[in-house]
């Protein structure tokens, strides 16, 4: 029997991973997870009635590109917080953003560029549903190193023009996981040039967009707005699960272009799962409601102050602009996982599972990245301890 080759090459993913180098290994004190992003903060206390509200909807099937209802109020909260319209025809609904980026790719990626398997340019390390994307439709994945050097985003102008002009999508994460950078709006407007330079598309992953500590990010879709661009070159990803913490409620939204969302739900049509009606209903309240999202950054900016109290003196350490991830300067990512695992219980990601190693290089092999979604109390006695066993 055949199996493709495709995935063959794909490392194990990153959590079975951390499992394989610490559960054979006994904790040093009470675990304390400080790996996974899964937000723990409530999720607003109206959400189960609104299901119940609208469970007659379980007995249908759902619009595959999301209700009118939830699509106006995704428009709605565009118009608010970028103050620009985006017409329902340029958004679909999604079951979460990672299914939305890889569709997105199945829908939208041309087969070649300029007569060879086109690239798909994405930073590193970065959220692992990008690669398995263009591996799906015989492009070549090409990982562009996001470092402390660059800012920890792609940097634009070290890309050769070659590899721009086969370039099809570039998958840019900001706030960016794991590093919490954001990418300027100069920054956008530079890629969304280079894009319409050379022919390519841009699929701004935005999911935590709204968990931000100084300023909120700049959003791709108003910055392309402003300067005119071909609405055709971008889609933009977000959703509810960091913004509401509703991370189990799986759902997101893909902003475009008319052709290109037309495209995405054309494929959705035929091989897409929509989000259930009642689940809809819940998002739509969720969108248009401001006051839990406010409330849930509050609790994010205490973190941010324990974080900067536990680890500024650590060298090297940088406060994340965004989002929701410390990423800790360390000698070697799995070494420190596994130390402080083995001293103290507290479990963190060696930052290397998230990258790719390029010419021998992998981006992440000198940091862990520690989840600040634990209570606070819990989450600033687990920073303490990590400072403890990795930095004294
Ligand atoms: C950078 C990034 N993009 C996308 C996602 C997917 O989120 P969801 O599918 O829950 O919207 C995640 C989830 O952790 C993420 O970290």
Redesign the pocket.
Known sequence: MDFPDRFSDLPEYAFPRLRSLLDSHKPGGAPLAMTI?EPQHPYPDWVGPTIAEAAAGFGKYPVNEGSEMLLGAISGWISRRYAIAVAPERLLA??????G?YNAAMALCPEAKGGQAPLVLMPNPF?Q?YAVAALSVGAEPRYLPATHETGFLPDLDAIAPETLDRTAIFYL?SP??PQGAVASEAYLKRLLELAERHDFRVFA?E??SEIWRETPPPGALAVAAAMGADPERLVV?N????RSNL?GL?A?FAAGGPESIRRMRQLRNYAGAPLPLPLQAVAAKAWSDEAHVIENRALYAAKYDIADAVLGDVPGYAAPEAGFFLWLPVADGEAAALKAWRETGVRVLPGAYLGRDVNGENPGKGYVRVAMVAPANEMQRGLETLRDCLYD
């Open positions: 992003g999604l079951n979460g953003t990672r299914e980026l959220y549903v994460c960016s996981n992953d999911c935590y990803f959703s509810l699960s960091k991370p799986r997101g």
